[in-house]
């Protein structure tokens, strides 16, 4: 057994963490990636898609971590 940890995100978490706004069409997140993210260069939709999952994972991460640490 790996122990691999999943994490599920849905759709308008990952668009109001990187838009600011749970509705927003696919072209308004791939040109908030490339501000996020300067030196990437999604070529498509899906591209844009995988690293706005991987920011809002970590931020989300990242606040679960300092909610910890905390008490």
Do not use: F, W
Request: with cysteine.
């Amino acid at each position: 057994m790996c122990r691999v940890v999943v994490a599920e995100y849905a759709p308008n978490l990952v668009k109001k963490t990187i838009v600011g706004a749970g509705h927003c069409e696919k072209a308004q997140i791939r040109l908030m990636i490339g501000v996020l993210l300067p030196k990437a260069a999604p070529k498509t939709h899906d591209a844009a898609d995988a690293l706005a999952i991987a920011v809002t994972h970590a931020h989300h991460r990242q606040s679960v971590v300092l909610r910890l640490t905390a008490r």
